[in-house]
């Protein structure tokens, strides 16, 4: 059987017994959790690259046509929150880096990489481009997205009351509805190739987001897509997440989700302290703003924000900004760390 269509199975299996369980995001954590035993395991598993990014496009998609005319007149107000969110940038690297330093004994280069809040797979290859422990920082950021995944929505569920404002979609869509289906469609088609030339961060989502969020402005469609499509978006990008972990053994597992819960505690922690103290400031809700500042993977932590209903433009919005800081300034302000904190001490 192909590895990619038995991954999708199996994680089809983990998002049914969750969606009977009526969990939230059943399908993205359901098949997340089952293929991350799989893979731990050593079973082999995929998914097909191009498939995650037609399924992250229709994420793209769901969240432009989440956005309103009031969406515009909040934007000048959301400039509040791109303050917060260098702060918490910021300071959260700096209090996962001494984490990693001092409790979990990384190398500099190796705790430089991990700590920063998101940007998985540039982390990665730039942090083992220069000489880090490339695995364990593939792991740490891996491990932060799935715990992230598999906590937040639960708290949201069940621990904190929360107003959201999610509204009813059809399951396989309306024929009144198709003109609006195929506007969408060519936001996905356009956007893709958009934010490819134009090498958008995540290109994938955010060119069709942006596109989407552009005819639903103009008017030219405000039909959302059938939640079918959303449901497969969820099982693909879960499934991706539980394969993550393939090739590792139990015991880096264990070591990777202590250290991860520790600094990933550290960041949320940080996120949750900024939130109520800035709230009425930035004049997001503080359920919003902690999912907005919070250090998951865009299509996760925005797949969060879609199904709760909570400031979902605005948590979107913060989470391609925070991703296109990362990746344009972590690696390029690595030399600066280097002399600083790295070749100094070895000539001393």
């Known amino acids: 059987m192909n590895t990619s269509l038995k991954s999708l199975l199996i994680g089809s299996v983990g998002g049914a017994l969750f969606f009977l369980m009526d969990l939230p995001l059943a399908w993205m954590m359901g098949s997340m959790c089952l293929t991350t035993v799989f893979a731990v395991r050593g079973t082999s598993l995929s998914v097909n690259p191009t498939l995650r990014k037609i399924m992250t496009a229709i994420l793209g998609i769901m969240l432009g046509s989440s ?37 979990g004994g990384f190398d500099r280069i190796t705790a430089y990489f991990s700590s920063a809040p998101g940007g998985f797979n540039v982390m990665y290859e730039v942090g083992e481009a220069k000489g880090g422990d490339g695995r ?125 819960c520790g600094s990933t505690g550290i960041m949320i922690a940080l996120a949750t302290a900024l939130s109520f103290v800035t709230s009425d400031y930035v004049g997001i809700s503080i359920p919003g703003l902690v999912l907005a500042l919070s250090p998951g993977g865009l299509a996760e932590m925005s797949l969060v924000a879609l199904a709760l209903g909570i400031d979902v433009a605005f948590v979107s919005i913060m989470h391609v900004i925070r991703i296109a800081i990362i990746i344009a300034f972590v690696p390029m302000l690595y030399p600066l760390f280097y002399r600083l904190w790295i070749k100094r001490r070895k000539v001393t």
């Open 67 to 103: 956005f309103s005319t009031e969406t515009l007149g909040n934007l000048l107000q959301w400039t509040n929150g791109l303050l917060l969110l260098l702060v918490n940038i910021v300071a959260s690297m700096l209090l996962a880096y001494i984490f990693f330093r001092k409790v």
């Open 136 to 260: 364990r920082i593939a792991l740490i950021h891996a491990a932060r997205v799935l715990l992230l995944v598999m906590t937040v929505p639960l708290v949201y569920r069940y621990g904190v009351s929360v107003q959201g404002t999610s509204e009813e979609i059809s399951l396989f869509g309306k024929w009144e509805e198709l003109e609006g289906y195929g506007w969408l469609t060519l936001a996905a088609v356009l956007g893709y190739w958009l934010g490819y030339k134009l090498k958008f961060p995540a290109h994938h989502l955010m060119g069709p987001l942006l596109i989407a969020a552009v005819f639903e402005l103009s008017g030219l469609t405000d039909v959302k897509p059938p939640m079918i499509f959303v449901y497969a978006a969820q099982l693909v990008i879960g499934t991706s997440i539980g394969l993550r972990f393939l090739g590792t053994t139990i015991q880096e597992i264990y070591k990777v989700i202590l250290l991860s």
